[in-house]
């Protein structure tokens, strides 16, 4: 088992990482947290047939009480509808309990878990238990919670911290192949902007990682945690620009997912193509050259992700990232790359260069 601290004072927490550790480690990390005595767990039918039985028996145990909360298995689960039920549920199972949350689940379980933590009683404990690789590196640390509406992905949502996040690489056994790869286009994402020695890890271990082999999890997943911790251990509300690399694809990523009506692509296959567009924007701007380029397609491509877009227009896509939260009033915010493990960030960069790279990776 691994620690690593996320360090924003008394709102400091712990990324506990290792196998097996939610039957052996979470009653006790619980009971000295000393967050409540019952348990509202949120998760989805899917996670809830696998590991819901492994997490109730441990919460039993050791005397938790709790309430088993199912929320559909898809993005539409972030919506204002979805967390009414919730919360109006939540309400009734919380007299007279001293109640805190469990996120159980990937990104979407995560992000509704903590915005409804943040809001209900002006805010209660929560803890991930992310059951996927892209929870596991990304959703479920550093705080930001939200819920989606139709004009646009998280655009409304909260900063608030959980109180310890759960990562059991033993729990990433059961993920199908295109859950693993998109999670592994966020692990790919730490290397390109923060990370060389992960990124060649990624090239010369892909095989294994693809074949779940859990020591290269457990190592994908440590790197990725340790890198995002300190991030927001610096910049938790991204108020000083450190914490915005971890944009890195996601201005045209999260344009390609909302264009697509939150269906066609995952977040992970999103983000990737989000990031070879960047890349390309890199080049065209004369950051960095083809080769890298090349090297960063070639990987995404070995990871099983996609390198075109498929059946979205160009002007849907552009017209979805003008309601980014990354731009700044009427001007775009790219975050761009210099080198492997490099980045900048540009503001207002012409029009004419975004339409040409996204347009170069269109079908």
Do not use: W
């Amino acid at each position: 088992m691994n620690n690593i601290k996320v360090r924003l004072g008394e709102r400091s927490y712990d990324i506990v990482v290792g196998k097996n550790i939610v039957s052996s480690s979470l009653a006790r990390l619980l009971k000295r947290l000393d967050l409540g005595d019952h348990a509202y767990i949120i998760t989805n039918s899917l996670v809830k047939r696998k590991y819901s039985k492994l997490l109730t028996a441990a919460l039993r145990k050791s005397g938790f009480t709790f309430t088993l909360k199912c929320i559909p298995d898809s993005e539409e689960s972030k919506s204002i509808a979805v967390l009414s039920s919730v919360i109006k549920d939540l309400a009734r199972s919380d007299l007279r309990k001293r109640t805190f949350i469990i996120a159980l689940g990937g990104g979407v379980v995560g992000d509704l878990s903590g915005f409804l933590a943040a809001i209900y009683k002006r805010g209660i404990a929560y803890v991930q238990i992310p059951t996927t690789l892209l929870a596991q590196v990304d959703s479920a640390i550093g705080g930001k919670t939200a819920v989606d509406l139709k004009e646009g992905k998280n655009l409304v949502g909260a900063f608030y911290q959980p109180a310890l996040v759960l990562s059991d690489i033993t729990l990433l056994k059961s993920l199908s192949p295109r859950q693993l790869r998109t999670g592994l286009a966020e692990v790919i994402k730490y290397g390109i902007i923060k990370d060389k020695l992960l990124f060649l890890y990624l090239e010369r271990e892909l095989k294994n990682i693809l074949n779940l082999k859990l020591t290269s999890l457990e190592h994908i997943v440590m790197a990725s945690s340790k890198i995002k911790a300190d991030i927001v251990s610096c910049d938790e509300k991204e108020e000083k620009g450190i914490r915005t690399i971890l944009n890195f694809g996601h201005t045209i990523g999260h344009a390609i997912e909302a264009a697509a009506g939150f269906s066609r692509y995952t977040h992970g296959e999103a983000i990737a193509l989000g990031m070879l567009i960047a890349a390309d924007i890199s080049r065209k701007l004369g950051l960095v050259d083809i080769k890298l380029c090349l090297r960063i397609e070639a990987l995404v491509k070995a990871a099983g992700l996609a390198v075109r877009i498929e059946k979205l227009s160009l002007d849907k896509i552009i017209n979805a990232s003008y309601r980014d939260k990354k731009f700044l009033g009427s001007k775009n915010r790219f975050v761009l790359i210099t080198g492997l493990g490099k980045t900048k960030i540009v503001n207002n960069i012409s029009l004419d260069i975004i339409e040409e790279a996204v347009r170069e990776r269109t079908d």
